[in-house]
């Protein structure tokens, strides 16, 4: 098993930046990949990004590429998002995900990734 623990999150202006952590635990060399998610009221869960483990081979949405970078400190088996340019759109509970080895791996899609942390709220005003 695999534990995540998200923090980080808040309220911040429009443009601003935030850093969102992902903290594993458990069985962490077990993990292939971390993802990060998330979901606004009323909508479904948007892919954001994944880091593999290994090679570090990362993916973003076309929606935050070049304004969102997800990077990793294995000594603390922590895997962090940081948010520049903010927009309201970004507002949405932010989740990270864990996909254990094995398997096809598509990064993009929540039923990809087998464990959940319980998400941090990200708001962006205007």
């Known amino acids: 098993q695999v534990q995540l623990v998200e923090s980080g999150g808040g309220l911040v202006q429009a443009g601003g930046s935030l850093r969102l952590s992902c903290a594993a635990s458990?069985?962490?060399?077990?993990?292939?990949?971390v993802g990060w998610f998330r979901q606004a009221p009323g909508e479904g869960r948007e892919f954001v990004g994944c880091?593999?483990?290994?090679?570090?081979?990362?993916y973003y949405a076309d929606t935050v590429k070049g304004r969102f970078a997800i990077s990793r400190d294995n000594a603390k088996n922590t895997v962090y998002l940081q948010m520049n340019s903010l927009k309201p759109a970004d507002t949405a509970v932010y989740y990270c995900?864990?996909?254990?080895?094995?398997?096809?791996?598509?990064?993009?899609?929540?039923?990809?990734?087998?464990?959940w942390g319980q998400g941090t709220q990200v708001t962006v005003s205007s």
């Open positions: 995900a864990a996909k254990s080895y094995g398997g096809t791996f598509n990064p993009a899609s929540p039923t990809a990734y087998d464990f």
């Open positions: 880091k593999t483990s290994g090679s570090g081979s990362t």
């Open positions: 458990g069985r962490t060399s077990s993990i292939y990949a």
